[in-house]
């Protein structure tokens, strides 16, 4: 028997929702945007009605040799995924689903990306138009579904990570790529300090990598691109073979590194390439895990957060606290802003929800 | 449209005095180099859209970040514009001056601050030329990899103000892909970092609203860019067409193969022959159209994937497949293409170039609709694509001299971005907005969604004073010329300095 996938059933409830938030904005209720309900952990919970976009769902337009999908906010993820591979073609930023209700809408509010993120890009850098219910409840469209647009402002990559807090995304269209003719994923025994060494080198040099991570003592890669490139780098480097499921596995924080018995918080260090060791107090080793070539660094740790963000401020990033998770994290998941661009934060929140209806503290306090 | 600044039509400014003013930022901003005789503003009246013409008030060119700072507070409490400018290459008048404002010439801060190969970053003052970019990261084996046609005279703050293109944009992308982190001052003369060197920043993704924002948000002082390793090979294959609907098709075809070439250009026969008798590429004068396909990557892989594409085209119904034999070749090759635009400039007294975007599968019949309407019109089309992406640079050829071929070249035009906005697609894929096509933007945004622009406007810049008339119209500029879509609202310009 064939295997079936479940399919949603496409619908367009856009002007129920944007009823819904046309009433909310004329009580001023606040509303708590959700979609698979798989991402709460990243953020500031929100205190408000629910608005769910899940039976808002479905792909609109798929053409695989325009490289464009428009979908629905409410559309599963892994449906999307799977409609997408049924063409050879695949989401470039890898975005982590953290359950199987996971829908499009979470991955633009959350902007989160996989492991292939510093070769491919990040969410918003394939996001090429969204759909979006303002304030007033009018659903609006910015950018399209075309490569290249500069007609107005960029508002559809500015939704990208907002969380919900500017407005309601309600459909987005997005740049697909072909899947990768050949994949070989490698492991390679080497301290950490050789390992950032070497992937600063292979950096300038256009090898057909597109996953790093080190983690207790080796470096995990993918090598993806034609069969003969792919051949040729894996000859090259040696090492030993590795299961192309760890990268899920390690983009769905599946690993033992992240396991939920550890009680300490799970932070995220987002770091420039080639940034040594943060020498953190009491951190171990094994307490961190490099991804990303070294420029996302997972870190468990019960460290204060001002001493661990000032660290990662000191080298050029910020560092974000992903413990609320399970309930134990205490501070703040995301870093706090410099003065003058939290003023401009709050300017823009005051011009897009005056009312301040968006998912209201989901970023910050006053956002 | 009238060029000039219509306080009716584009809002209502602070009316200014010239010599209060230049008293005022003089005393305020001592060392900074203003200009205000009318012969020192001449050569600051226009950008790369040289038929639209307005002498700044004043142009200031600073040296320092405090003489920006200042420059910003002093016009902000006087309620005096501020045009920004980097190289004045822009090809839809971003950078017009105002008769009443101050043009910011941001060409002094040309300095490369570093280039880090191991991060694989370089950090640019605005006033950087994009090619110089990568010429500085060479030695390394990176480059910058955005290349507008503009890009041996272009500075990288003009990139980012409109979010720049080039030919290798579908594999590569735009600037905004390729700027990591800006440095800004605000109208109300504070700095502020948006983004980051590392992959990203906490809080909203200002950096994404401010790339293309045509400097209407903030003035960039400093910008961040990502560097990419050469790719080893580059190789290009030259494909006729006796026919420019196949060709169009054979584009698509390419990309269903699974393939995304580094640059996928097409020219059409009036095209091909003006670049043959300009820069004699070897271009096949008979056909009626050609596709340049350029592969990239790992020696390997190219080889393999021009096969692939050799054999799509084949299967297309080129008339003839040529590969470069070597990088001279290849370089010639491109060198009728990037040439197209002066070359297009030799056979006619003047053209009117358009930068409309729509998906490539409206290919063919935006150019069968492009052909029927230049016989309608009268007027030869020379069609330049970047057609991997989809955004086309048709050329309007014709003579202002002509009675009545003016009018008849801006409604051709009009009707072309018509057609395009029908299509699915949008007015502009990398020259901007600016005055240009401000009205245009009418056709493309319903007036909600303009009003959504300009809430975002007024949370950077409530007073309107930063390059005000520019990129984002008014709802009373769109209901007076909104009726009349993309019609009658261009005026033409004669031959473009491009490269």
């Given at each position: 028997m064939a295997e079936t996938r479940p399919t949603s059933t496409d619908q367009d409830i856009s002007e129920a929702l944007g009823e819904r938030v046309r009433r909310a904005a004329e009580a001023g209720t606040p509303l708590r945007i959700e979609g698979g309900d798989t991402k709460a952990f990243y953020g500031r919970p929100v205190e408000g009605e629910t608005l769910s976009t899940r039976e808002h769902r479905g792909i609109t337009s798929y053409d695989p040799v325009e490289l464009i999908v428009s979908v629905r906010a409410g559309t599963p993820l892994a449906e999307l995924e799977a409609a997408l591979a049924e063409q050879g073609q695949m989401l470039g930023c890898e975005p982590p689903h953290f359950g199987a209700d996971a829908t499009v809408g979470g991955m633009v509010a959350t902007g989160l990306s996989g492991p292939r993120r510093p070769w491919a890009g990040s969410v918003r850098d394939f996001v090429l138009g969204i759909r979006l219910i303002t304030q007033d409840g009018v659903q609006q469209r910015f950018g399209g579904e075309v490569m290249k647009n500069v007609a107005g402002y960029d508002l559809s990559r500015l939704m990208v990570g907002a969380q919900g807090t500017l407005g309601l995304v309600t459909e987005v269209s997005l740049k697909v790529l072909p899947r990768p003719g050949a994949r070989h994923s490698l492991r390679l025994e080497m301290p950490r300090a050789e390992a950032m060494a070497k992937l600063a080198e292979w950096g300038r040099s256009p090898l057909p990598l597109t996953a790093a991570a080190w983690h207790e003592g080796a470096l995990h890669l993918r090598l993806e691109g034609g069969p003969s490139s792919v051949a040729a780098t894996r000859e090259r480097l040696g090492g030993d073979d590795l299961d192309n499921g760890f990268w899920e596995d390690l983009r769905e924080q599946r690993l033992a590194f992240f396991s939920r018995e550890d009680a300490r918080p799970l932070w995220r260090l987002s770091l420039p390439h080639n940034t040594p060791s943060l020498d953190l107090p009491g951190v171990a080793e094994a307490d961190l895990l490099y991804d990303w070539g070294g420029t996302q660094r997972w870190l468990r740790s019960d460290l204060d957060a001002d001493i661990l963000r000032e660290a990662c401020a000191r080298a050029g990033g910020h560092a974000t606290c992903l413990g609320a998770r399970e309930g134990r994290g205490q501070a703040d998941p995301f870093m706090p802003l410099e003065p003058v661009v939290e003023k401009y934060h709050r300017t823009l929140k005051a011009q897009l929800d005056p009312k301040g209806i968006f998912n209201p503290g989901r970023l910050y306090a006053a956002i | 449209m009238n060029i000039l600044y219509d306080e009716r039509l584009d809002g209502e400014l602070a009316p200014t005095d010239k010599a209060e003013v230049l008293a005022d930022l003089q005393r305020s901003a001592p060392g900074l180099t203003l200009l205000h005789r009318e012969e020192d503003l001449r050569p600051f009246e226009c950008d790369g859209l040289a038929a639209y013409r307005v002498l700044p008030m004043l142009v200031a060119l600073p040296e320092t970040l405090e003489q920006v700072e200042t420059l910003m507070k002093r016009c902000r409490a006087l309620g005096v514009p501020v045009v920004t400018r980097g190289a004045g290459t822009g090809l839809s008048g971003g950078a017009l001056p105002l008769e009443q404002g101050v043009l910011l010439v941001m060409s002094r801060f040309n300095r490369i601050l570093d280039v880090d190969p191991d991060a694989r970053i370089a950090r640019l003052q605005p006033g950087v030329r994009n090619l110089a970019i990568s010429e500085a990261a060479a030695p390394y084996g990176l480059y910058y990899a955005p290349d507008p046609s503009s890009q041996i005279a272009c500075s990288i703050g003009g990139n980012v103000a409109e979010n720049a293109g080039g030919v290798h944009c579908l594999k590569y992308g735009l600037t905004v892909h390729n700027v990591m982190k800006v440095e800004v001052i605000t109208i109300e003369g504070e700095r502020m970092t948006l983004?980051?060197?590392?992959?990203d920043a906490p809080g909203l993704d200002l950096l994404a609203l401010f790339t293309g924002s045509e400097g209407m948000l903030g003035v960039v002082t400093e910008i961040t860019v990502k560097l990419l390793p050469k790719p080893e090979t580059a190789k290009v294959l030259m494909a006729s067409f006796d026919d420019v609907e196949k060709a169009g098709r054979a584009v698509g075809d390419i990309i269903a193969a699974g393939i995304i070439p580094g640059g996928l250009e097409m020219m059409d026969r009036l095209a091909i022959r003006a670049a043959e008798d300009f820069v004699k590429a070897g271009y096949p004068v008979e056909a009626e159209a050609i596709l340049l396909c350029e592969l990239d990557g790992v020696e390997a892989d190219v080889d393999d994937d021009c096969a692939t594409v050799r054999k799509v085209l084949e299967k297309a119904g080129a008339t003839d497949i040529r590969q470069a034999r070597d990088e001279a070749e290849r370089a010639l090759f491109w060198a009728g293409r990037k040439n197209a635009f002066p070359a297009v400039g030799r056979m006619s007294p003047d053209y009117y170039c358009m930068d409309g975007t729509i998906p490539r599968r409206e290919l063919p019949r935006v150019l069968k609709g492009i052909a029927e309407l230049s016989e309608e019109y009268g007027l030869r089309v020379a069609n330049v694509f970047h057609a991997g992406d989809g955004n086309m640079h048709p050329l309007i050829l014709f003579d202002a001299n002509r009675e009545g071929e003016l009018e008849q070249a801006e409604a051709f035009g009009g009707k072309i971005l018509e057609l395009c906005v029908e299509a699915g697609g949008s007015i502009t894929g990398e020259h901007g907005v600016g005055r240009e096509k401000i009205n245009q933007m009418c056709a493309q945004f319903a007036p909600s969604e303009l009003t959504v622009f300009h809430a975002v406007k007024a949370a950077f810049d409530p007073g309107r004073l930063l390059n005000p008339g520019k990129n984002i119209p008014t709802l009373a500029r769109c209901a007076e010329f909104g009726a009349m879509?993309?019609?009658?609202n261009e005026l033409p310009h004669p031959e473009l300095p491009r490269f």
């Open positions: - | 983004g980051s060197e590392a992959l879509h993309v019609h009658n």
